[in-house]
Structures are given as structure tokens and as C-alpha cells.
């Protein structure tokens, strides 16, 4: 098993082998987001690879103050998947920039992937308009065991008002928008998650900010 940093010409070769429709429009999405928003030299995107597949994708970012890593998309091809490659994956991730100064790290999750974010104990703040449910927690030290903890111990004051207020701006609608299909979806997820979907709890710590 290796992981590679791959540069858009190498990504784009090994996604066109994908045997599966959804992930490959998955992956045609991911192309399409970092051409438009992001570099490919500063973040390439890494693969897991056993003997030349590559098995399992992730696309991040790491913010200009150098406070955040952000998890935008990870994927596993439909016949490689429920064998551990994307847990490892970001595992590998998080074990090369734990130590090095990041304080936090967030994920846009989609909807498909929640039982396995949700396996690593996570919970989420919101939903915004692309149907990516979002959470925003303390960085690990270390290595990807300790988030179960991290989440436990999280606060809904461990960030400023001001950082609060701009995350708020991309979760109001929560789901207000979304057409009969996507709502529900929402509906199926937010049951799924009981507890560990806290939009209420924002919502009201937003409340309480402009109250002030």
C-alpha cells in the first residue's frame, strides 16, 4: 500500500478506468471544482495505491493562515469499497499534517458518504445549498483515533463570533431549498443522525450572537 500525490494529467488518466457511473460523475465533479478553485501544484490530490490501482481518492486544502485543513471530497470506486482504502486514506491525512500547526479541520459531506464520516463519530452543524453537510472541529495531534474524543469534548463556543456568523451564512437555508427528491434525502439523513445533527444548537448560538 502507497500513497501518492497525483497531478491533474495522472489524476484524470486513473479516474477514466472507474467501472461505476456515480463515482465517476463523483470524480468528474472533484476535476472540475479544483480547475476552478483551487491548484493542483499546491494541492494535488492523494491516492492509495496497491500495486499501480490506485483504490481510493481525497481532495483537500489547507487554508492561507494555515489554521484549517479542509476535507472537500473522498471516494472509493463502487468494487473497491467496504475494504478499509478511504479510512486509511484519510487516516494518512491526517497523520501527515497533525503536528505541523493546523488548528482545526472541516468536511463538506455528502449525503452517500454519511455512514462512514458518521462511523468516526462526527457531527454536523448543518446543510448547505449542494446537499454537503458540514463540520468544523479541533485537529487532531497525532492521528485519526483521536476525533471520536475531539468531537466529544467540542464545544459550540470554540470558535469567534465572526467565524460563527460566516459558517451560519452557508447553513441558513438548511434545506429549505431542496426539491421534493433532496428534501427527502435531508429528511432520511437528519433521522439517521438523531442527536448528532446540531443545526438547532448553532442556529440558536447565531441567535445569541446577534442579540448582542
Not at 484549517?68 to 470506486?77: K, Q
Not at 468544523?136 to 495531534?141: E, Q, R, S
Amino acid at each position: 500500500m502507497s500513497f501518492i500525490e497525483l497531478d491533474r494529467d495522472e489524476y484524470l488518466c486513473s479516474v477514466k478506468k472507474i467501472g461505476d457511473f456515480d463515482t465517476l460523475k463523483f470524480s468528474k465533479h472533484s476535476l472540475d471544482w479544483w480547475d476552478e478553485f483551487y491548484s493542483w501544484k499546491k494541492f494535488p490530490p492523494i491516492a492509495l495505491s496497491i500495486d499501480g490501482i490506485n483504490k481510493a481518492y481525497i481532495f483537500y486544502s489547507v487554508s492561507k493562515d494555515s489554521r484549517y485543513l479542509t476535507i472537500h471530497n473522498l471516494f472509493t470506486p463502487k468494487a473497491y469499497r467496504h475494504e478499509g482504502f478511504a479510512y486509511n486514506l484519510l487516516s494518512e491525512l491526517f497523520k501527515i499534517k497533525s503536528g505541523i500547526g493546523i488548528e482545526r479541520f472541516k468536511m463538506y459531506c455528502v449525503s452517500s458518504s454519511m455512514d462512514f464520516y458518521s462511523s468516526l463519530g462526527l457531527k454536523y452543524w448543518g446543510v448547505n445549498s449542494l446537499n454537503q453537510y458540514y463540520c468544523d472541529f479541533k485537529m487532531p495531534n497525532y492521528n485519526i483515533s483521536e476525533i471520536t474524543q475531539i468531537v466529544k469534548d467540542s464545544s459550540i463556543n470554540e470558535l469567534t463570533d465572526l467565524e460563527y456568523n460566516e459558517v451560519y451564512k452557508k447553513l441558513i437555508d438548511n434545506g429549505l431549498d431542496f426539491d421534493t427528491k433532496q428534501k427527502g434525502i435531508y429528511n432520511d439523513v437528519v433521522k439517521g443522525l438523531g442527536k448528532n445533527y446540531m443545526f438547532e444548537i448553532f442556529e440558536k448560538r447565531h441567535l445569541d450572537i446577534t442579540k448582542l
